[in-house]
Nanobody, 124 residues
Framework: QVQLVESGGTLVQPGDSLRLSCAAS?????????LGWFRQVPGKEREFVAT????????RYADSMKGRFTISRDNAKNTLYLQMNSLIPEDTALYYC????????????????WGQGTQVTVSS
């Protein structure tokens, strides 16, 4: 059974940094999958944040996150990360990690497995 467990979400102030983690279990060879972060606010569709290829060197970001967010992975630990800097109130959302075989995909419909999400709130 595949499980993805996000952690690290909390309440922060504008301008702060935060690092999210996503621990994966039950995947047959974690390192063969593309991984992604998405976020969602109530009443809106799930939004692509970033994705990373199995090699850990190739990444892709939504335009609004470029230069502020960094996605990374540790294949030895079956863990995905999202470093978020210069947070703004518009970053407030439930953040999800997900797994895909469509490497580099930004569409949530191509992701096979999802975590339950971790809440990030940016407010003064």
């Amino acid at each position: 059974q595949v499980q993805l467990v996000e952690s690290g979400g909390t309440l922060v102030q504008p301008g702060d940094s935060l690092r999210l983690s996503c621990a994966a279990s039950g995947l047959n060879t974690f390192s063969r999958y593309g991984l992604g972060w998405f976020r969602q606010v109530p009443g809106k569709e799930r939004e692509f944040v970033a994705t990373i290829k199995p090699d850990g060197r190739t990444t892709r970001y939504a335009d609004s996150m470029k230069g502020r967010f960094t996605i990374s992975r540790d294949n030895a630990k079956n863990t995905l990360y999202l470093q978020m800097n210069s947070l703004i109130p518009e970053d407030t959302a439930l953040y999800y990690c997900a797994v895909t075989l469509i490497i580099g995909s930004t569409s949530p419909t191509t992701y096979l497995y999802w975590g339950q999400g971790t809440q990030v709130t940016v407010s003064s």
